[in-house]
Structures are given as C-alpha cells and as structure tokens.
C-alpha cells in the first residue's frame, strides 16, 4: 500500500498570504494525484487531478505541481472561504490512499 | 448538474448488516466505475471499494474484505454497498464517488453528501 504524508498537519495564515501544502508518496505515483477541500460537515471537494489540472470551477488561485513522489498545493492567495482541510491521494495504485490531510486555519 | 445522492445508514448492533444505496443523476452512469469511500468520526479519508462500470470488476480495502459487497444497477443509475458483520470500527459517513477520467486513469470526480453508519450496541 502506498503511503501518502502531507505537512504540516496544521497551517495557521492569515487572509491574502500565499501558502503551500505538500504531499509524499511512500513510492512512484507517477501524475496520478489529487486533491481535495473539506469544510465541516460537509463533502470533500475535487481541487486538482493529473497532480496539476484544476477541476471544473476551481478557482485559478490553486495550482498544482509534482509528480513521482513529491507533490504541493499552492493557495496563491487565501480567501476566507479557502479555511477547510486538503487531502492528496493517489489514484495509481490500488488501494488508493489518501494523505491524513492538512487543516489551514485562520492566524 | 450531476447528481450523487446516498442513503441507508442507520445505528447497527455490532455483528449486523446494512444495505447503502447510491442514486445518481447528470451523467451516464453505465459508463463510470463507482466507488465508496469512508471517514470515521473526525478523521481522514478511507477508500472502501469499488466497482467497474459494467460491474464485473469489484475491488476491496483489506479492512471490509469478505464483509461487504459491492453491486450496482446500470438500468436504475444505482449504487449499492452491501454490509455485514459489522464492527464498531466501521462507523463512519459513507460517501458514494463518481469516477471522473483524465485519459489515463480515473479519479474521484463528484461526491455525495454521504450517509451516517453508526455501529454500537
């Protein structure tokens, strides 16, 4: 099973800053990452796929990057609406396997 | 607008069953693999199973292995996660996930809101 590690667990910033979430795969993953927005109570939400290709309406401020084992989320400027959990997971291998996620909370 | 919408979950006695339902809506649904997916109380994502779009193909997590099946119905755009021998460790939101394809491999494309499994005597 592949093991996917996002840091940090917890990133406190505040609205307008630029931040980046990273994610590691335990081994190759090749593109076939993703990731998702959480906010409480409700359903995760598809951000990026193909590690880098932004979902149908996701806004241009998130970007992805990487491939093989090393990927990050970058959020180029935070709106209030951005303060959810992220999670990566890899669709190449089975089972696919998600990261235990990075909370963003407001500084 | 695509649609994902389950049902089915309840407060179980441990050792007991449940059927989940899955209907959907907006799209093909004979042509997409499905899959479930889980989160316990306040923790991360977990991949359950999955099926392929004709539903020859079922896949398990090793934790619901020989407990639960999965099965659709292609003429009725529905999902099902059958469950058995329930555990208390099987408590979690259930989310039914329509696979989405980006030339190479499928990933998970629309959620539903999911549906509460509470395991507990």
């Known amino acids: 099973e592949i093991v996917m590690t996002q840091s940090p667990a917890t990133l406190s910033v505040s609205p307008g800053e630029r931040v980046t979430l990273s994610c590691r795969a335990s081994?190759?993953?090749?593109?076939?990452l993703a990731w998702y927005q959480q906010k409480p109570g409700q359903a995760p939400r598809l951000l990026i796929y193909?590690?880098?290709t932004r979902a149908t309406g996701i806004p241009a401020r998130f970007s992805g990057s990487g491939s093989g084992t090393e990927f990050t989320l970058t959020i180029s400027s935070l709106q209030s609406e951005d303060f959810a959990v992220y999670y990566c997971q890899q669709y190449n291998n089975w089972p696919r396997t998600f990261g235990q996620g990075t909370k963003l909370e407001i500084k | 607008e695509v649609q994902v919408v389950e049902s089915g979950g309840d407060l179980v006695q441990p050792g007991g069953s449940l059927r989940l339902s899955c209907s959907v809506s907006?799209?093909?649904?004979?042509?997409?693999?499905m899959h479930w997916v889980r989160q316990a109380p306040g923790k991360g994502l977990e991949y359950v199973s999955a099926?392929?779009?004709?539903?020859?193909?079922?896949y398990y997590a090793d934790s619901v292995k020989g407990r639960f099946t999965i099965s659709r119905d292609n003429s009725h755009n529905t999902l099902y996660l059958q469950m058995s021998s329930l555990r208390a460790e099987d408590t979690a939101v259930y989310y039914c996930v329509k696979m989405g394809y980006d030339g190479s491999s499928y990933y998970y494309d629309s959620w539903g809101r999911g549906t509460l499994v509470t395991v507990s005597s």
């Open positions: 907006g799209f093909t649904f004979s042509s997409f693999p």
């Open positions: 081994q190759s993953v090749s593109g076939n």
């Open positions: 099926i392929g779009s004709s539903g020859t193909g079922t």
């Open positions: 193909g590690a880098s």
